[in-house]
């Protein structure tokens, strides 16, 4: 599309562009997922210190299966949709829940374990591994 002697606007039936092939479409890496060790923030989120917990603030709230698929738990994806819809649900886990959950789960011991941190990071009112 060009524009004409007065500045008027008008179509260009020109098709000399066509005769040019379009650069080869690269094809697409797939998207890498990058984790963080429990405890750690995203880079680049603000965080706010309080008392008792760090919270990562963001506009776009983490869902429960994509917080399972970053901390490598997401192959207990059933029993924890079982227990909980939103990943806030999980700050309200009480020593019972998580005792059910690790054993639904069949959990091995250090997995668990690095569940009851992960989720202290989260939030959760449970007991610090001992």
Do not use: I
Not at 47 to 55: A, F, K, P, Q, R
Not at 84 to 95: C, I
Not at 112 to 119: E, I
Request: aromatic content about 6%; some cysteine.
């Amino acid at each position: 599309k060009t524009t004409g002697g007065g500045g008027s606007y008008k179509e260009d039936d020109d098709d000399d562009d066509d005769d040019k092939e379009a650069p080869e479409a690269e094809a697409e890496e797939p998207a890498v997922t990058t984790k963080f060790p429990p405890g750690s923030p995203t880079p680049g989120v603000p965080v706010s210190e309080s008392s008792d917990t760090t919270t990562v603030k963001s506009d776009h709230p983490m869902t429960l299966a994509a917080w399972l698929e970053a901390n490598s738990l997401d192959q207990y994806s059933a029993q924890f949709f079982e227990l909980a819809e939103h990943l806030e649900d999980l700050r309200h886990l009480t020593e019972a829940d998580f005792a059910d959950l690790v054993k639904a789960c069949g959990m091995k011991k250090l997995t668990a374990r690095r569940l009851r941190t992960t989720l202290l990071d989260l939030g959760a009112h449970l007991a610090p591994p001992a």
